[in-house]
């Protein structure tokens, strides 16, 4: 009788915690990932919950097996509202940073021909590791003073001669005034170069339209359906009747759809292209600030050459080792004779292939992210002839990629980052995969190097997309450090692309905004920091796949961290 009784209140309890577990899966799946995604009634609902959060993981600390599954289940979903939240303060840190204006004509727009640039406290010469600060006053197209900030400027210092290269440190007074800090880090004749990207007007309605939608971008998908082949279309917001295959990513809260074929399954999902659909969130107005003849404009200067001497300085020369965990300032240093010095660490270049063979023995090194990273594979095994490619069974340039030396137990892999990939050449979906899940199965120890660098494919979206992705790479890269405190993990910046390449999709408005993003994102983290936005900017090239030159300067700081 008693047995009885127990046995059927256990049973009404295990049902109890079945249906809980399935309404809370539910509520994840169906309220947690489209609510941050797409906006919903329910939000208001998550934050009164959130309130109670703590309590309420605890109140399943008992230890049931049930109990424990509701109490990981709560956690994860705990989570998911911290980095909601993080995701929120970092939005709005940016609208903070980010100019918002309106403008109804263009000529009060900011005119880089029209401003000025002054060289406070002038001298006749200069000691390398001194400063050059340069006043900018910008006016509008019809001479008027500009009144407020938020303008894009680009800021070098360089020699042809020297092949010497950095950019400088631009402070936004929000008044129409700047000032431009550089590092005088070489000895010689110096120029000054300040380029007015985008007038803050723009700069206002590209932050603006980025937050518009998901449309810039069509993507297509391919579904094998027995032995033919059908295509549907594909993204992160589809609007439609017709039914969506969704592929979800639970934990990590990532998504992407693609509409269904007609009797055909979701998982012959195969192939997937895209292409720029002709559209714009940007008004004819807005569109014309960034007309060519308005993009990079030279802000006139009355100086000429600045003269560095030596003076027997030694300000600019770090002694500490490059290594994970220093935070990289900026400028992060300077490119001279065009080679990399890091302003903030010491570096032993590696100049011979022996001491490039001897770093690498022994190494297991993932590179994770886009084709700026593969570009390091593809310099590494020209450079490296022993490094020998192994088919993988892939096609196109987007095919995972294995590079061993035999000899040496050298292993390099290149994989592309998870949705979205943009390309109008087909590429395989077949073996999807984030970077978080990735990093997860990476065992790691210290001969391990994951370079990490995800970008350029996301500027055409908004920017949740790049922060969702960065906070799940962050918990992965946490989550691997806890279990191999070893494995060097550095992160990559995106390189300045074309300067007139389609700005409202992949311009480098949006990668600024991404690069700002990131270094906050892995500030307080034990990883290498590699500023490639720093770097094309002292080399400007204006180039997403810089030539080889440039990449070996980034190879080169990649060495300094794991060598
Ligand atoms: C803007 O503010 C800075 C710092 O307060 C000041 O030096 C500068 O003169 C101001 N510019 C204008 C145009 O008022
Ligand atoms: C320029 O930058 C250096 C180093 O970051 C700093 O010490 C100095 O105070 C700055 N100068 C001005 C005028 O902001
Ligand atoms: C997704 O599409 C719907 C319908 O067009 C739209 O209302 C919603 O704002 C879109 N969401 C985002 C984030 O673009
Ligand atoms: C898939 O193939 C089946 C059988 O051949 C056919 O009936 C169906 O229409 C096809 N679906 C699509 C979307 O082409
Ligand atoms: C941009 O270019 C178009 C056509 O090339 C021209 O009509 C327009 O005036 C230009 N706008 C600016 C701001 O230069
Ligand atoms: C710089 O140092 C060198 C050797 O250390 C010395 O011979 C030279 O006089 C110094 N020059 C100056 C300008 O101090």
Redesign the pocket.
């Known amino acids: 009788m008693q047995f009885s009784v127990t046995a059927n209140r256990q049973r009404a309890f295990l049902a109890a915690v079945l249906v809980g577990l399935a309404m809370l899966s539910y509520f994840l799946h169906r309220t947690e990932i489209k609510v941050t995604f797409f906006g919903s009634h329910s939000e208001s609902c998550i934050k009164q919950l959130a309130q109670t959060e703590e309590a309420f993981c605890h109140s399943f600390t008992g230890d049931r097996i049930g109990q424990r599954d509701q109490s990981a289940l709560c956690t994860v979903w705990a989570q998911q509202r911290r980095k909601k939240q993080e995701m929120e303060d970092i939005l709005t840190k940016l609208d903070q940073q980010m100019p918002s204006i309106t403008f109804r004509d ?1 000529k009060t727009t900011t005119s880089a021909k029209n401003s000025k640039a002054t060289l406070l406290s002038h001298k006749d010469s200069y000691c390398v590791g001194d400063h050059l600060i340069v006043r900018l006053d910008l006016y509008d197209h019809l001479g008027k003073r500009k009144r407020y900030g938020g303008d894009f400027l680009r800021a070098r210092v360089y020699s042809p001669g020297l092949k010497a290269g950095a950019s400088g440190q631009v402070e936004d007074y929000k008044n129409g005034t700047y000032l431009v800090n550089f590092t005088l880090f070489w000895e010689g004749d110096v120029r000054v170069s300040i380029l007015l990207i985008h007038p803050s007007e723009g700069v206002s309605a590209m932050w603006a339209a980025r937050k518009k939608g998901y449309e810039k971008i069509a993507f297509t998908g391919k579904f094998l359906n027995g032995t033919s082949e059908v295509f549907t279309e594909c993204g992160f917001n589809i609007t439609t009747k017709e039914e969506l295959c969704e592929y979800l990513d639970e934990r990590d809260q990532e998504a992407f759809y693609c509409v269904k074929p007609k009797h055909v399954p979701c998982d012959a999902f195969i192939h997937l292209k895209s292409n720029n659909r002709p559209m714009s969130y940007l008004t004819p107005l807005e569109k ?2 960034f ?1 060519r ?2 993009i990079g404009v030279e802000i006139p200067q009355t100086f000429g050459n600045i003269r560095v001497l030596s003076c027997n300085s030694t300000k600019t020369t770090p002694r500490e080792k490059c290594a994970v965990g220093t935070s990289s300032p900026v400028p992060s240093g300077f490119v001279w004779q065009a080679q990399w010095r890091p302003a903030f660490c010491a570096t032993s270049r590696l100049s011979t292939l022996d001491q490039i063979n001897a770093c690498l023995k022994g190494k297991l090194i993932y590179f994770m992210g886009d084709s700026t990273v593969r570009q390091w594979m593809e310099y590494l095994t020209r450079r490296v002839s022993t490094l020998k490619f192994f088919d993988l069974h892939g096609i196109g340039k987007l095919q995972n990629l294995l590079a061993v030396d035999m000899a040496r137990n050298v292993q390099i892999q290149w994989k592309k980052h998870g949705h979205p990939i943009i390309t109008a050449y087909d590429y395989t979906a077949k073996d999807h995969s984030y970077v978080a899940r990735d990093i997860d199965k990476v065992a790691g120890d210290r001969d391990t190097a994951v370079v990490i660098s995800l970008g350029q494919h996301f500027r055409p979206f908004p920017m949740e997309l790049f922060l969702r992705r960065m906070l799940n790479v962050r918990a992965a890269v946490q989550r691997l450090l806890l279990r191999s405190p070893d494995t060097k993990v550095i992160i990559k910046a995106e390189n300045i692309r074309e300067m007139y390449i389609d700005p409202e999709r992949f311009g480098d408005i949006h990668g600024y905004t991404q690069y700002l993003a990131l270094r906050g994102i892995f500030q307080h983290l034990n990883v290498g920091f590699i500023d490639t936005w720093d770097m094309s900017i002292a080399c400007a090239v204006n180039n997403v796949h810089p030539p080889e030159e440039v990449v070996g300067n980034q190879i080169d700081m990649f060495f300094a961290y794991i060598c």
């Open positions: 263009v014309s600030l007309n003849s308005n």
